[in-house]
Structures are given as C-alpha cells and as structure tokens.
C-alpha cells in the first residue's frame, strides 16, 4: 500500500463549463511511514517514561509543561489535562516553585546541567527531592526548554540523618560514660582487643591482662561471635591507678556485617566489687525507669501496687510511698469501666498481653484516656507481676478529633464546589433554552389573532411556566456564584430593619422577630436585594420549623477572625468580620441532615412543599460576597445560622463613624389606586 496526496485546477471554456482538469499525485509513503515510527517511537517513550519511578517533566522557555510521566503527574495530585500546556507555578507547590524558578532561567539562558536537592513539605510531610535540570537544545543549540527529572530521595536522606544521629549519640554516648569502652575486632587476621574510650590513659590492655586471661578472652570472644550473642566474662586486669589487679566486668554486644556474621564487639568495661555491683545495678534500673516518659506500674497478680515510677507519680498524683501494697484498679479506674478492666487484668495474669486505649481517673478526680500496655513478666525471686507502660493521649486525641474535623469540612466544601459547578453548567444551558421558549411564545402572542383565546391562554401558561423554571436558574446561579451582584457598601443594620418588615407579613403573625443591631462598624459590600434574599430564605425555612409559633432572633456584631478560629473552619480567613446571627426556635436538625442543607435540591419537606433550592442559594451568595456560614442544630432546640461577611475597608478605615445615607429618591405625588392584600 502507497500513500498519495494530489492537488489540481480545472480548466474552464469560454461557456464557463470544466473540461479539464490538471493536477499533481506525489507519492509521501515515505513520509507517512517516518510519521508513522516517529508516533511509535513517541509512545514507547511515553511507556519508558511512566515505567520508571523518578519523576519527569519537560517545560518549555515560558516554563509551560508540555510532558509529564504518571510518577510526576501522581506527585502533584492532578490529571493530565491539568499538567499539560499550563504553567509550572499552576501545577506544583508554590513554595517548590520559587526554588525551581532561578535553576530553570539558569539553564534556559545557556547553562550546564546540574541536580539540586530540596527539602519539601507535600500532604503535611516533609520528603527530600533531587531534582536534576537538563537543557534541551535544537540544532543550532540554542536552549528550547528543561526537562526535569526528579526523583524521591527521602528514604535515603532519612536513613542517612538517622545514620549521622545515631554516630552523635554514641558518639555523646561513649564521651558521656564513666566506664572504659572496648572493641574486640575479629576481621583482621589477628583478633584484638582494644579499648575504645576511656577517662583517663591506659597502657595497652594486653598487657594489663593477668597472664593468660589475654588468650583465654580472645578465645570465648570468638565463641560468641559463632554463636552470635552477646558477650560476658570477668577477667583480672590492672588497674594503672590502684596499682594493682582488679575484678573486671567486661560485657560486649556483636556488631554483624551484610552477611549476619559477626565483625565485631563492643561493649564496657566495669571495675567489680559483690557491693558496688548491686548498687549499680540497682541505680541503673531506677534511673531508667524515671527516665521514660511513660507511667510505669508494677504489681502482683491480686493487683497490688509494687512499683510506681515518677512518672506515675507526676501523672496520677500520688506518692509511691503513699499508695504502696494499695489496690491498682480501685486507685485509677473510673467505678464506671471497672469491670471491663477487671477481666483485661484477668487475661493477662494468664499470660496474654494487652494494648489499648481506656479511661483513667488522677487522685483529683480528673479522668483522662490512656494508652496501656499490659504483660506478664517475673522479678528477681521468679514470682510473676504484671507490669503495666502507661501514657496520657487525651491531648493526642484531641488532636486527631480536630484534624478529623478539619478534614470532613474540606471534603464538604470540595464537594459543595463541585455541585456549584455543575449546577452553573446546568443553569446557564437550561437558561438558554428557556430564552428560546420566552421568545417563541411572545412572538406567537403577537401573531395570534384575538378570537382564538384558547390557544391564548395555553400559550400564556407556556410563557409563566418558563418564567417560573428561569426564577430557578438564578437560584442555581446563586449557588453557584456565577450570579451577576449589584454590590455597594451597605448598612448591614439599615437592610435587616428594612427587611424584617416584610418579613413579618411573610412568616405570619404567631412568629415573632427580634433585632439586636450590634454591629457598630456595620458597614459591608453586598447586593441590597441578594441581602434580603438571604433573611427571607432563612425566615421561610425557620417559619416551616416552627408550625405553632415561636420566635426569630437575629442579631449582628463585629467580630475578628484569629488564626485559632480559622483552624476549626477551613472557609474562613484572619480579618474583620461583620456576623448575623438568625437564629430560630423550631424543631431542628439532626447531625446527618445539617451535612447536606446546602446542598441543591435537598429538602426535608413533602413532595411538592418546596425545591430545595432556598438554603443551597444562601450559601451561593455567601460565597460571592467573599464570605462563609455556618450551622448548629440540636433536634427540639431549634436552629442558628451565622453568616459572616467582610467588614468594608471604608468602614475599616472610619472606625465608628457614621456614613451619609445615599439619597432618596423623591416620589411624585399623584392620583392613584392603592391595593392592599391581607390574608
């Protein structure tokens, strides 16, 4: 099969009829077939690409991303058709961007290739990225972008800082201890024993061995080293200062090499007396215990209390003096969870240990969660104890419970966004549609004759029900935000006074409402008429709650937004705030409904009672006017909404004072019919 493009004139006569046609076949095999491998050779690169764990990327001179493998596009938390042909400052973190900026004009202005290693925070954890940034010339070689390949060196770095950590602390380790620390070294073809680290200067140690001990040292070391365990033994050596031979302990632990066998020991050597031992070891074991940060208890298997560390001391408030022999359980756990921990106590005196978080009580009553850890051991006369490692988590949890929080807030919100979204697209197509309708119907009116009414009055109905259908796609609108506002700075106070008088004709006469203007400063930047859409909204789904009456408080005051208050609601930013709060006694909402209240086309009511759109275009117009709200509900306790919307830099800047009032218009008096409408 050949590939052929022809391209070619006709020819007309003097008639202007065609009677030939000249033309040229070229035959571009050749270069269909060059298309046809260059595409092949495009997705094995591709394939390559996305196999490979580092991350790659390439950007053209305006630092716009023209490739991106599956590890780079994964990194970033984006699809592909967000990554490509967009900006690098659009798809990775500002902060890394900033780094990259100079590296990249670097490159693109002629520089060599070079890698960089940055430390960044991703998903609130910290990784070590070494990004390396190549140019990419054209013949002439001249630089037409970078491409970036990057790879996740945190596992490395972290095993590294751990590495260097751990050689400062044993390094501190050694430095800090009052014993003499030794290495017995096994890879050389003569095994030795030196020593490490000590105090004061020592002779070679084996010369202070007493005769023969040397040997017999170096033979049980290798024994161990076979066995690969550790190493104990007491040897005779002399003690340059006392001028004779001492008792020495000499304890070392293997050090294995790839393989698992053992390369070296290194270990402590310790100046032994029958008293100076216990006493050591007795110290040693206190210490260690008061040490960790963890309440530490030791008792029999009836429960009672043998060992209670300073830790345990600090946390439940008692001595160890005071509450020696006492019964643990009655001590710390609440009357209410006793049993629970009865039987938990009761396995593990059988031998089976136990991890979990239960309830505690302080000798000031205070209870707190805890996480214990229970298991059975002995003691130095072989009777067996339970030994409980406890720690207060109470703030941890209280922690994990806000984070848990925060993050259900911003599933919310991303999800509220994306119906916004398609609730925009819906509105605008719907919209469309119904101009169409509206149009169609009054040129129909003009054109019917009077005599046909029926076909009128059909017509008309067709026009009022696309009228009514268009008021719900500025509804949707609004929710969306895509709704065109009228703002000016306004009277927050002047509109709900305003309003609330209509609203009183509106919710009936057994709701009454109360107005608290507190708000001094008071000035926002809104839509008038969105502002009063918001009150009656709210007032016609309080007036539902409350079928046999109650009352509607709404109340404004200034207030500013810290950093501690936008930790609990991810909408909110630091400034000054105007707030209204509308709050209502009606029956309430449960926790399960409050999560989809503004959410379009969700209603409690029956059938036919209401769309669904009065709180979902409360939260669209919120949101267009830069501000956010919140919900609180208990079932039988009524409702408070509170709404929060930026306080005018105007008012801001004038502090208390007053501002003019726009002027009225005036209204000409005139002869007229007033019609009033009571129900």
Same mark, same amino acid.
């Given at each position: 099969?050949?590939?052929?493009?022809?391209?070619?004139?006709?020819?007309?006569?003097?008639?202007?009829?065609?009677?030939?046609?000249?033309?040229?076949?070229?035959?571009?095999?050749?270069?269909?077939?060059?298309?046809?491998?260059?595409?092949?050779?495009?997705?094995?690169?591709?394939?390559?690409?996305?196999?490979?764990?580092?991350?790659?990327?390439?950007?053209?001179?305006?630092?716009?991303?023209? #490739?991106?493998?599956?590890?780079?596009?994964?990194?970033?938390?984006?699809?592909?058709?967000?990554?490509?042909?967009?900006?690098?400052?659009?798809?990775?973190?500002?902060?890394?961007?900033?780094?990259?900026?100079?590296?990249?004009?670097?490159?693109?202005?002629?520089?060599?290739?070079? !890698?960089?290693?940055?430390?960044?925070?991703?998903?609130?954890?910290?990784?070590?990225?070494?990004?390396?940034?190549?140019? /990419?010339?054209?013949?002439? &070689?001249?630089?037409? &972008?970078?491409?970036?390949?990057?790879?996740?060196?945190?596992?490395?770095?972290?095993?590294?800082?751990?590495?260097?950590?751990?050689?400062?602390?044993?390094?501190?380790?050694?430095?800090?201890?009052?014993?003499?620390? %030794?290495?017995?070294?096994?890879?050389?073809?003569?095994?030795?024993?030196?020593?490490?680290? !000590?105090?004061?200067?020592?002779?070679?140690?084996?010369?202070?061995?007493?005769?023969?001990?040397?040997?017999?040292?170096?033979?049980?070391?290798?024994?161990?080293?076979?066995?690969?365990? @550790?190493?104990? @033994?007491?040897?005779?050596?002399?003690?340059?200062?006392?001028?004779?031979?001492?008792?020495?302990?000499?304890?070392?632990?293997?050090?294995?090499?790839?393989?698992?066998?053992?390369?070296?020991?290194?270990?402590?050597?310790?100046?032994?007396?029958?008293?100076?031992?216990?006493?050591?070891?007795?110290?040693?074991?206190?210490?260690?215990?008061?040490?960790?940060?963890?309440?530490?208890?030791?008792?029999?298997?009836?429960?009672?209390?043998?060992?209670?560390?300073? #830790?345990?001391?600090?946390?439940?408030? %008692?001595?160890?003096?005071?509450?020696?022999?006492?019964?643990?359980?009655?001590?710390?756990?609440?009357?209410?969870?006793? +049993?629970?921990?009865?039987?938990?106590?009761?396995?593990?005196?059988?031998?089976?240990?136990?991890?979990?978080?239960?309830?505690?009580?302080?000798?000031?009553?205070?209870?707190?969660?805890?996480?214990?850890?229970?298991?059975?051991?002995?003691?130095?006369?072989?009777?067996?104890?339970?030994?409980?490692? =406890?720690?207060?988590?109470?703030?941890?949890?209280? @922690?994990?419970?806000?984070?848990?929080?925060?993050?259900?807030?911003?599933?919310?919100?991303?999800?509220?966004?994306?119906?916004?979204?398609?609730?925009?697209?819906?509105?605008?197509?719907?919209?469309?549609?119904?101009?169409?309708?509206?149009?169609?119907?009054?040129?129909?009116?003009?054109?019917?004759?009077?005599?046909?009414?029926?076909?009128?009055? !059909?017509?008309?109905?067709?026009?009022?029900?696309?009228?009514?259908?268009?008021?719900?796609?500025?509804?949707?609108?609004?929710?969306?935000?895509?709704?065109?506002?009228?703002?000016?700075?306004?009277?927050?106070?002047?509109?709900?006074?305003?309003?609330? #008088?209509?609203?009183?004709?509106?919710?009936?006469?057994?709701?009454?409402?109360?107005?608290?203007?507190?708000?001094?400063?008071?000035?926002?930047?809104?839509?008038?008429?969105?502002?009063?859409?918001?009150?009656?909204?709210?007032?016609?789904?309080?007036?539902?709650?409350?079928?046999?009456? &109650?009352?509607?408080?709404?109340?404004?005051?200034?207030?500013?937004?810290?950093?501690?208050?936008?930790?609990?609601?991810?909408?909110?930013?630091?400034?000054?705030?105007?707030?209204?709060?509308?709050?209502?006694?009606?029956?309430?909402?449960? +926790?399960?409904? =409050?999560? /989809?209240?503004?959410?379009?086309?969700?209603?409690?009511?029956?059938?036919?009672?209401?769309?669904?759109?009065?709180?979902?275009?409360?939260?669209?117009?919120?949101?267009?006017?830069?501000? #956010?709200? $919140?919900?609180?509900?208990?079932?039988?306790? &009524?409702?408070?909404?509170?709404?929060?919307?930026?306080?005018?830099?105007? @008012?801001?800047?004038?502090?208390?004072? $007053?501002?003019?009032?726009?002027?009225?218009?005036?209204?000409?008096?005139?002869?007229?019919?007033?019609?009033?409408?009571?129900?």
């Amino acid at each position: 099969m050949i590939w052929l493009v022809s391209s070619g004139k006709a020819d007309y006569d003097e008639n202007g009829k065609p009677w030939r046609v000249v033309g040229i076949v070229q035959d571009i095999t050749l270069r269909k077939e060059s298309e046809e491998r260059l595409r092949q050779t495009r997705i094995l690169i591709r394939l390559m690409a996305d196999v490979v764990p580092a991350m790659i990327a390439y950007v053209d001179r305006e630092l716009i991303c023209h #490739f991106a493998n599956k590890a780079f596009l994964k990194s970033c938390g984006l699809p592909i058709e967000k990554v490509l042909n967009r900006h690098l400052s659009e798809i990775v973190d500002e902060s890394l961007f900033r780094k990259m900026v100079p590296c990249m004009k670097g490159i693109l202005m002629g520089g060599k290739a070079f !890698s960089r290693q940055e430390k960044i925070e991703q998903n609130n954890q910290v990784k070590y990225w070494s990004i390396n940034y190549i140019p /990419h010339t054209d013949d002439s &070689g001249i630089v037409r &972008g970078c491409f970036l390949f990057i790879l996740d060196i945190t596992e490395a770095q972290l095993a590294l800082e751990f590495l260097r950590e751990s050689e400062n602390r044993f390094a501190s380790l050694v430095k800090s201890t009052t014993q003499i620390v %030794w290495v017995g070294s096994l890879e050389d073809k003569e095994p030795k024993i030196f020593i490490l680290y !000590s105090q004061n200067e020592e002779p070679k140690l084996k010369e202070c061995f007493y005769s023969g001990d040397y040997e017999k040292a170096l033979k049980e070391l290798k024994k161990a080293a076979i066995e690969k365990k @550790a190493y104990e @033994a007491e040897y005779r050596i002399f003690n340059p200062q006392k001028q004779n031979y001492h008792k020495y302990l000499l304890k070392g632990f293997p050090v294995f090499d790839r393989e698992g066998n053992v390369r070296e020991f290194i270990g402590t050597m310790t100046d032994l007396t029958e008293k100076e031992l216990a006493e050591r070891e007795i110290r040693f074991q206190a210490n260690l215990l008061n040490m960790v940060n963890q309440a530490i208890i030791t008792t029999d298997l009836k429960g009672r209390i043998l060992y209670w560390n300073k #830790f345990a001391e600090a946390l439940y408030g %008692w001595k160890f003096e005071e509450i020696r022999g006492e019964q643990i359980l009655e001590l710390i756990i609440p009357e209410e969870i006793l +049993s629970i921990a009865k039987e938990i106590t009761a396995e593990v005196a059988k031998g089976s240990a136990w991890s979990g978080e239960i309830q505690m009580k302080k000798r000031d009553g205070s209870k707190f969660t805890a996480s214990c850890e229970l298991s059975l051991a002995t003691d130095e006369r072989g009777e067996p104890v339970v030994i409980g490692l =406890i720690q207060d988590i109470t703030d941890r949890k209280e @922690a994990e419970r806000a984070l848990q929080e925060s993050l259900e807030q911003l599933r919310q919100a991303q999800k509220l966004e994306s119906i916004g979204r398609l609730a925009s697209g819906i509105a605008h197509d719907f919209n469309n549609m119904l101009t169409a309708i509206r149009g169609y119907s009054d040129l129909a009116l003009r054109q019917l004759k009077d005599d046909n009414k029926a076909l009128r009055h !059909s017509i008309e109905e067709i026009r009022k029900a696309a009228e009514r259908s268009s008021s719900l796609t500025q509804q949707l609108l609004a929710f969306s935000r895509r709704q065109i506002m009228q703002t000016k700075v306004i009277d927050i106070n002047q509109i709900i006074k305003e309003t609330v #008088f209509l609203l009183q004709h509106l919710i009936g006469e057994n709701i009454s409402i109360v107005v608290f203007p507190n708000s001094k400063l008071r000035f926002v930047e809104a839509d008038p008429s969105q502002l009063s859409q918001i009150l009656i909204n709210l007032a016609t789904n309080s007036r539902d709650a409350m079928p046999n009456g &109650g009352t509607i408080t709404i109340e404004t005051e200034d207030v500013f937004l810290d950093e501690k208050f936008i930790a609990r609601d991810i909408e909110a930013k630091v400034g000054h705030y105007v707030k209204i709060s509308f709050k209502d006694t009606g029956h309430g909402m449960d +926790s399960e409904t =409050i999560k /989809h209240i503004f959410e379009p086309f969700f209603t409690t009511k029956p059938v036919g009672a209401g769309t669904g759109l009065g709180l979902s275009t409360v939260y669209g117009v919120v949101k267009q006017l830069n501000g #956010f709200i $919140t919900c609180e509900s208990q079932l039988g306790k &009524g409702t408070v909404f509170e709404i929060f919307l930026p306080l005018s830099e105007k @008012a801001l800047s004038a502090g208390e004072e $007053t501002y003019e009032e726009e002027e009225k218009p005036k209204i000409k008096a005139e002869k007229g019919l007033v019609l009033l409408v009571e129900d």
